[in-house]
Structure formats: structure tokens, C-alpha cells
């Protein structure tokens, strides 16, 4: 499904649109009736996304699901084709200045703190006390860190609540099982391997079979950002508000992942290398990603020769993290049918049907994603996805998000090319992004 690096990265760090709705940005409860402003549990709503009529197959068939227990709420999405999360929201302002109707808005991580800064977004707290212990069954079966993320991140202009945060995706590695043990490589009984046990095993691999270990790419999702948080490292400080691209850590990040091609064990960069084919043909060892490769695992038929681990350390476990989110417009004139979507989307219920139904996401519950509905078709360890959050760092995503991506990512593909030293190409990479920061 996801034969490039670069579309790879568009899911992972988008969250991927229909992967959302195919996937369950779960949560907990249901309950209807008028809400906190006497509006009544019905009427129509116009769901705006980022994307275009692609996504539109997914989102009719969650709202068919969600139609079920609530049959007189009607939803339309509305998707806004958009190079990027800037683009969209800007668009989304101007259609609510100009009086078009919005009641509901999906953002991904990427665009939460810029949709909050706008001061288009309702303060979910009526809500939240109205059904507050339909929210509090859902806080108590996410991760802490994604509570404390949705807070620190996505809080509207005075801290108000302007989103629910649901799903999200971090990243991991998944191992072919066959090609470890033809090599005689074992594969971590934990989960947890080193940078330097990760280059034993390709060598050994590469000696044994011919196999590449990984592939090489330079997406900030799913290449970038999973090298640097297991060294200690980010592209950005915790708050975002300062570049950290050119620290010792992230230079020895980059070094390495060059490392890899240098020695053989990842392909060249630039080429058509398809890592599905090649995984299935014993010709690469591990394909990395979030949920989104069980997809291709289960086409190619090889869910019983996979398994699941943590991508290797070399100061501690590490992971990029992106969420889904929801939040009600200010202008909405039916914030309550949208109040009861929202707890549609936090219900365990709905968890486990998008989970069930297959989706490129990881449920929000730990208790879905502890559950056969998350577990089952999967490969082995496919668990450490979820649990990968206690120790996530949130893609850091600051307003001009589009522009510093580009940047960060053509810093690291000139690096593991092996057409630029590390810490000159990352001193200048991390000048452009301190400008970005600075406008």
C-alpha cells in the first residue's frame, strides 16, 4: 500500500485521513438527548477534512457506522484539497468568515496548535461537563502522555479545550521472520534492540542471504524523527519554539542511518526499490512504519512471518507520535448532534469497529488495543504500537510546518546520500529553520 518513502510519510504524519475513519479514533461512551445549550441530538452536520473525494468511500462508511444508534443526525464531509496544514486552515477561516457552514474540523497533529491559535474552535468544556463521566471512562483508557499532548499542544488561545484527541500512529519495525532465521539472527525476545545488535544483524543477514536489513529515506515522519528520539534528539525543543536539528545527538543520528547505506544494508537512496515485493521475496529483512504496513502484511499474506519491535536504541527506547483530533466550530448552529459524534468517535464501540474493519491507525483505548479487534490479523507484537506512546515524542509541527519539513527532510536525504558531511548540512538546515521559527 505504501510502496514509497514519501507516501509513507504522508500517512504517518498526516495520520492519514482515511486511515482515521477506517481506523477508530476511539473513545468512550455514547448518550444522546438535548445538550447544555438545549440544542437538540439531531439535525445536520458538514465534516470538513483535509483531502479530496478519495477519502470519501471511508468517511460514508463511518458515518453509516456512527447512523446506526444515531439515525437523525446526517453528516456531510467536505474535503478541501490542501498542500498543507497551513493552507487548510487558512481556507477553513475564510469559509467560516465568509459564513459557510462547519461544524466539525479533522485535524491531524500537524495541524492542531495553528487551528487553536485561530480562535475559530468551541471550548469543549460545557460539553465535557455534560458528559463528564462519558470523558473521564475515555481519559482513563488512553495513554497519560496523549492527554498530556492534546494539552500542551492543542489548547485554544486562553487554555481552553478545543480538542478530543483520538488515534494516532508511532513507529516501529516490522521483522521478516523467515529471513532472520535463515541468517541465524535472533530476533529480540523483548522487543528491544541496540543501534549497534541492529548493524550485527544486518551484516550477518547481508552475509547469510543478500537481504537488505531496511530501507533508506529521508520522510521526517517515518525516517527522520524515529533516528533522532532513539539518541535523544529532535528537530525541534519540547515546546517547539527553538530548532535543535544541528545538536551532537541529531548529527551522530544522521551519521548512523548513512552508516547504513554505506555498508550495504539499505539501498541506495533515489531508486524504485519496492520494499513490499522485496520483503516478501526475502530480499529486505524489516519493514518499518506505524500500523499502516499490516495492510501490506496481510496482501502478501505474511501476517504469521511478522513480527513487531521497537525501532533500536542508542540512549533509550524513542518514537515520533502524530494523533487525531476533533473539535466543534464556534460557528456551528448544532454543537450538540456534533458533541454526540464526538463521543461516537470516543465510544470503545466505535474503537472496535474501525479496528476491526481494518485502518492504518492505532486506537486511542488501550483497551481496544489490547483487544482482538486491534490484535487479531496482526503480527505478532503488534501491542508495542500502543505502548510505544509512553515514551513517544510528538512530531514537532510549528505554524510554518509545511516549510520546515522540507527543510528537515532535504537536510537528512543530502546526508544518507552521501552527498553532504552531517554537521555542515545540518548547521544549515537548522539556520533555515531557526529563520522559520523567527518569522
Known amino acids: 500500500m505504501r510502496k514509497t518513502r514519501s507516501r509513507m510519510w504522508k500517512v504517518a504524519a498526516s495520520v492519514a485521513v482515511a486511515g482515521i475513519a477506517l481506523s477508530g479514533c476511539s473513545g468512550g461512551g455514547g448518550g444522546g438527548g438535548a445538550g447544555a445549550e438545549g440544542e437538540p441530538d439531531s439535525g445536520e452536520l458538514n465534516f470538513v477534512y483535509m483531502g479530496d473525494a478519495d477519502q470519501q468511500k471511508a468517511f460514508n462508511a463511518l458515518f453509516a457506522e456512527f447512523n446506526k444508534e444515531y439515525p437523525d443526525i446526517k453528516l456531510k464531509a467536505v ?12 481556507t477553513v477561516a475564510t469559509r467560516l468568515a465568509g459564513g459557510q457552514k462547519i461544524d466539525i474540523i479533522q485535524v491531524a497533529t500537524e495541524g492542531q496548535r495553528l487551528f487553536a491559535s485561530k480562535g475559530i474552535l468551541a471550548d469543549l468544556a460545557p460539553y465535557i461537563e455534560q458528559d463528564q463521566d462519558v470523558v ?135 531508486g524504485q526499490f519496492d520494499g513490499n515485493t522485496a520483503f516478501k521475496q526475502g530480499k529486505l529483512a524489516i519493514l518499518s512504519g506505524g500500523r499502516w504496513p499490516v495492510l501490506g502484511v496481510r496482501e502478501l499474506d505474511m501476517v504469521d512471518k511478522t513480527v513487531v519491535v521497537n525501532w533500536p536504541t542508542q540512549t533509550g527506547n524513542g518514537s515520533p507520535v502524530g494523533w487525531d483530533a476533533w473539535n466543534i466550530a464556534k460557528n456551528s448552529d448544532n454543537k450538540q448532534a456534533a458533541w454526540t459524534f464526538i463521543k461516537f468517535l470516543m465510544s470503545e464501540e466505535a474503537g472496535s469497529y474501525f479496528a476491526e474493519i481494518g485502518g492504518t491507525i492505532v486506537p486511542a483505548r488501550e483497551s481496544v488495543a489490547n483487544s482482538p479487534a486491534f490484535t487479531d490479523n496482526a503480527p505478532e507484537g503488534t501491542i508495542r504500537l500502543s505502548e510505544a506512546m509512553s515514551f513517544a515524542t510528538p512530531i514537532p509541527s510549528i505554524d510554518q510546518g509545511a516549510e520546515a519539513q522540507k527543510v528537515i527532510e532535504e ?29
Open 411 to 439: 537536510a537528512w536525504g543530502t546526508i544518507i546520500a552521501g552527498q553532504g558531511e552531517a554537521q555542515k548540512t545540518l548547521d544549515a538546515a537548522q539556520a533555515e529553520l531557526e529563520k522559520l521559527v523567527g518569522e
Open 136 to 270: 473521564d471512562d475515555y481519559w482513563d483508557d488512553i495513554s497519560p502522555n496523549l492527554q498530556k499532548f492534546n494539552e500542551e499542544f492543542a489548547a485554544g488561545p486562553e487554555g481552553e479545550t478545543v480538542f478530543i484527541p483520538g488515534g494516532f500512529n508511532t513507529m516501529a519495525m516490522y521483522l521478516n521472520k523467515d529471513v532472520f532465521e535463515k541468517a541465524g539472527v535472533a530476533i529480540p525476545e523483548d522487543g528491544n534492540w541496540t543501534w549497534d545488535e541492529f548493524v550485527a544483524a544486518g551484516k550477518q543477514i547481508k552475509e547469510k542471504t543478500g537481504a537488505y536489513l531496511v530501507g533508506a529515506g529521508s520522510g521526517y515522519f517515518v525516517d527522520v524523527m524515529p533516528w533522532l528520539t532513539t539518541n535523544g534528539a529532535s528537530t525541534f525543543n519540547e515546546d517547539w519554539s527553538t530548532p535543535t536539528y544541528n545538536s551532537p545527538e541529531a548529527v551522530a543520528s544522521a551519521e548512523f542511518a548513512r552508516s547504513l547505506v554505506e555498508m550495504g544494508l539499505a539501498p541506495k537512496p533515489g
Open 79 to 90: 474535503g478541501i484539497p490542501s498542500g498543507n496544514w497551513a493552507t487548510f486552515s487558512t
